[in-house]
């Protein structure tokens, strides 16, 4: 019983004195905020986009239809299953954009100690053009929400 409890005891030291020195390293860095704000972004609109999946999906396949020159028999033909597939991928991408969120909150939670920064986890949230986005108040929060994950970023 005695062994359990020193062990416990060193345990317990180890664990303030890493904290201390991880506390002490971080106080003189400059914090970035950059990573908790994406993820608190990312993890309510991710299921923003999932929800709506069926309307971005119906978006990019009109937008699909009136700029791509194929044939029309080709143009008919797609349409319902390309409905169908853009559907699942776009909600599919909703909820990575959501889960990504989640992961980086953690991370980002390290990193406000820091100044360092991490690239984001999921891209196309980044980098494709959304159907609803607000730049206004791009510095608090952006709102970027209906983003066609089949398009090209």
């Given at each position: 019983?005695?062994?359990?409890d ?5 345990l ?11 506390a ?6 400059a ?17 923003v ?9 119906g ?9 791509i ?5 080709v ?21 990575i954009r ?15 100690f820091?100044d360092?920064?991490?690239?984001p ?6 980098e ?7 730049d206004?108040?791009?510095?608090i ?11 090209g970023?």
């Amino acid at each position: 019983m005695k062994l359990l409890d020193r062990t416990a005891r060193r345990l317990r030291m180890a664990l303030l004195a890493a904290g201390a020195a991880a506390a002490l390293a971080a106080s003189p860095a400059a914090a970035t905020t950059g990573v908790i704000k994406r993820s608190f972004e990312n993890m309510p609109q991710g299921l923003v986009d999932a929800a709506f999946s069926p309307v971005t999906a119906g978006h990019s396949i009109y937008h699909g239809l009136t700029t791509i020159e194929d044939t029309w028999p080709v143009r008919i033909a797609y349409v319902v299953p390309g409905y169908f597939w853009n559907v699942m991928c776009d909600f599919g991408g909703g909820i990575i954009r959501s889960l990504t969120g989640v992961i980086e909150l953690p991370v980002g939670l390290v990193l406000l100690f820091t100044d360092r920064d991490m690239e984001p986890l999921f891209d196309p949230a980044e980098e494709n053009e959304a159907l609803v986005n607000l730049d206004q108040f791009e510095d608090i929060y952006r709102v970027k929400v209906l983003i066609p994950y089949t398009a090209g970023g």
